[in-house]
């Protein structure tokens, strides 16, 4: 491979799957830790690598309603799998993180000294379904009213490695939602994985930076024309899919539909669908005090709109049912989330599918309530 020609951002390259080691090693030198995909008690879950060794190198997933398993396939790509229930977001909006602390001195409270120790994360493998859900997250906690500073901090300095996705599970509806499965943009480097080599197009003066001086060579009109045939089988492999065309309306119209009683009978309340969406923020404040009374600190954890306490007030809960939580949690999601942040809030992803118990289907029951209301 050769390397004469000036990487410009925009730019499509070819590199062999182990300059991609160096690509890591370039970004831990740039004060980076790098976060990614890697095999862990029998599934997937995002964590420091170090190497392109530590990537799940030849497996792949099968996903269904309730159902996930991580299997070993012995091909030679690294990227073949759909993510586990884990997503970018613990990162970006940690599930524990600490707000202040005190501490008693002589008999006064003193805020403790806190040290910045805000680290710059380079996500490796971003999925374009979960860049979206990123994106998603940014209009909530960096509005023009009110930025969340922890959520800033992280977010301004992290690295995308993004990659297309090319083998979609059964649960994946991403091509109608319009999220995926190609990354579009907002990354600073995007990979596309083909047999030999990755393509690499470079999205920022930040990524151009990182890669440059690393081995390459341009890419040919049958690596892009692979790449593109492989993304347009991904979308047409994908056997859900979700009609959005006047989806919130349609939602906001029929919040007495009989099928949200149907739905609220199967479902356990178990929040697992918020835990693994990577859009949902529900949050709440804790207070945790040592047994000697002399040190106590608040804390932001994550919360659901399924916990029946989240939406307890003065005078009882607003939402008692369980049918009345799963109504506000999707109608939120496809109904009123684009009146607030101009979006649907959901990206297609299909977490909630293969982690819930109850095989819960969002795509099947906004279908039957389309099909009802049409008869």
Known sequence: MVNEQRLEVGSTIAIEKSVLDDLLKRLKENGYQIVGPRVKNETLVYEKIDELNDLPHGYITEQEAGYFRLHEAGHSRYFDFIPGAQSWKQFLFPPRVDLFKLQKTNNHWEKASEENQTVKYAFIGVRACELNAILIQDKAFMREDFTDPIYRSRRERVFILSVDCLHPAETCFCASMNTGPRVKDSFDLNLTELDDVFLVKVGSEIGRNILNGLPFELASSFMVSS???????AAQQMKRELNT???????????????????????????????????????????QVTLNNNETRRERVWDSCFNPGFSYQAGGNTRPSIQSRYRQWLSHKLGSWPQQYGTLGCV????????????????????????EARS
């Not at 009978?265 to 709440?284: E, G, I, K, M, Y």
């Open 348 to 371: 297609g992803c299909g977490r909630c599918i293969t982690w819930c118990p109850a095989k819960i289907d969002l795509t099947k029951e906004i279908s039957i309530m389309r099909e």
């Open 227 to 233: 790449a593109e045939r492989g993304l347009e089988n």
């Open 245 to 287: 065309d006047g989806l919130p309306e349609f939602i906001m119209a029929n919040l007495d539909h009989p099928q949200w009683q149907e739905i609220g009978q199967r479902c356990l309340s178990c929040a697992n669908c918020t835990q693994v969406c990577p859009t949902c923020f529900c949050w709440d404040v804790t207070d």
